[in-house]
């Protein structure tokens, strides 16, 4: 355990033993607790139509969120491991939680309220056995700006509430292109105050990469150029730690691909590429186009499933020779850009899940004693200071906003150097230091040696502004962290 989560965990309890008498404060506190041994928590937000449900069944690799506009697209909807597959409702407003019964339509699950009306419920919670739940909890929020104010409340209230913490320890956010309204969401959800102005949390996604290329070929990498574009942004910089394009209907559709999709999909390849091609102009001409062979409902239903791009690509890659379904989903799983959101959503949240957790529990601390301020808890929150100035996680990432911000000035090269070191990049050894994962211990402890001298002489260089030497000197920190933790004896099993 980091001495961070100790010194966390100490406070909360702590702060229970001075608020024991008070219901509501115990009863928050203890729940920030068990918080900590619990999964993190991932919430996928976006605008109504953004692919939120589509992408977290990419994630999970089964459809176990509805995707359809229907009654529980409106409502949170809390996903996480479990031996057997089961789900809850949590009434507004308190009250036991209900069971509700599961059936499959399509391969798609679907959800019976049981006569409940959207608006009395506060929250579902599906139970669904899934490694890659295992290690996160996925949160579906319904659209922001969506057409029923109640569901766009919902989200907003969720992810943004007025004067509590999110319950969401780190956000995806879903758009189709950069909109003066998701800058304004990314801003509302930089919680305000304590250690709060930092992009840490969130990533920023470019969901329906497929159709920023009009369904061609070429589709994806136009989407990832406009991603990197993105991630220069200054605006941006300041409000997410980066930006991926992600094709999120292939990805859920190679991860859940059928056999007789296969099989359709090899009957269209097999056709003449000008054929294919003229098909392919429009959803409309696909659907109608008389041919046998595929029929013309198994290919409307190809394209809901696939989408033209996604069409277009299969049968591209089974006529440059990919004949076999597992390596067809494989190969459409890479292109789509699921894999490299999963590398960033493992470096940006899985290895910081104990600073995230930490910085989740430090707000429901300062929240009590803000809330039902006492003469004898000012002792706790000097502590909660202490924590937040002090503990370097947190100085690393305050250095990190404001680099990004553009709020201390390093020459372009420098300024990258900074960046990864204080773990832009991942928060693991060799990311800090732009190695090979599997670089060996010597090999990085001379880097962090290098990367030591290197700040040293920048900190202490009378040509460095005073702003920018305080930015290094963190710097310096980081690499003498990294050093002390190289030069460690490596236990040998």
């Known amino acids: 355990m980091s001495a961070l989560t100790e010194q966390t965990r100490a406070l909360l309890r702590r702060t229970l033993d001075a608020y024991g008498d008070s219901p509501q404060a115990a009863g928050w506190l203890r729940h920030h607790l068990d918080r900590f041994d619990e999964p993190l928590r991932v919430a996928i937000a976006g605008k109504v139509k953004a692919g939120k449900s589509t992408l977290l069944n990419a994630l999970v690799g089964e459809r176990i969120a509805p995707t359809d506009a229907g009654e529980c697209t409106r409502i949170v909807t809390w996903y996480a491991d479990a031996h057997a597959p089961a789900v809850r409702m949590q009434p507004r407003g308190g009250g036991p939680e209900r069971p509700l019964t599961l059936s499959r339509r399509d391969g798609a699950l679907q959800i019976d309220l049981q006569g409940t009306r959207v608006e009395d419920v506060d929250r579902l919670l599906v139970d669904w056995p899934s490694q890659h739940l295992r290690r996160t909890n996925l949160i579906d929020t319904p659209g922001i700006g969506s057409l029923t104010a109640d569901a766009a409340g919902r989200a907003g209230e969720f992810l943004t509430p007025e004067d509590t913490p999110s319950p969401a320890d780190a956000v995806v956010y879903l758009m189709r292109h950069l909109h003066a ?86 009957e269209l390849a097999a056709l003449p590429r000008a054929d294919v091609e003229a098909l392919l102009l429009s959803a409309d001409r696909f659907g109608r186009t008389d041919l046998a062979r595929p029929d013309a409902a198994t290919r409307i239903a190809l394209l809901e499933r696939f989408g033209l791009f996604g069409v277009r690509l299969g049968t591209t890659l089974i006529r440059q020779g990919v004949t076999d379904p597992t390596a067809l989903a494989d190969d459409l799983v890479r292109r789509s850009g699921l894999d490299e959101l999963r590398a960033v959503l493992d470096t940006q949240f899985s290895e910081r899940r104990d600073l995230l957790k930490a910085r989740s529990a430090l707000l429901a601390i300062d929240l009590v004693l803000t809330r039902e301020p006492r003469p004898a ?80 002489r920048r900190a202490e260089s009378p040509l460095t502004g005073r702003a920018s030497a305080e930015a290094a000197r963190i710097v310096v920190r980081s690499c003498e962290g990294l050093l002390a933790a190289a030069a460690r004896p490596h236990v040998h099993h």
Request: aromatic share 4%; proline share 2%; net charge neutral.
């Open 181 to 266: 309204g998701d800058v304004r969401f990314l801003e509302a959800f930089h919680d305000r105050g304590v250690a709060r102005a930092t992009p840490v949390n969130t990533i920023a996604v470019l969901s329906r990469a497929d159709e920023i290329g009009v369904g061609r070929l070429d589709a994806l990498i136009s989407a990832r150029r406009i991603a990197r574009r993105y991630r220069g942004d200054d605006k941006l910089r300041g409000l997410c730690q980066t930006v991926v394009a992600v094709a999120g209907l292939l990805a859920e559709t190679a991860r859940t691909m059928r056999q007789d999709e296969y099989v359709a999909l090899t």
């Open 377 to 456: 808890t000012a002792a706790l929150r000097a502590e909660v200071e202490r924590i937040l100035a002090g503990a370097h996680e947190f100085v690393e990432l305050r250095a990190l906003a404001d680099l990004r911000a553009g709020k201390v000035v390093f020459p372009p090269e420098a300024l990258a150097d900074a960046e990864r070191l204080l773990g832009g990049d991942g928060g693991s050894a060799s990311a800090r230091l732009g190695l090979e994962a599997a670089a060996g211990p010597r090999e990085v402890h001379d880097a962090a040696g290098e990367a030591l001298r290197r700040w040293r």
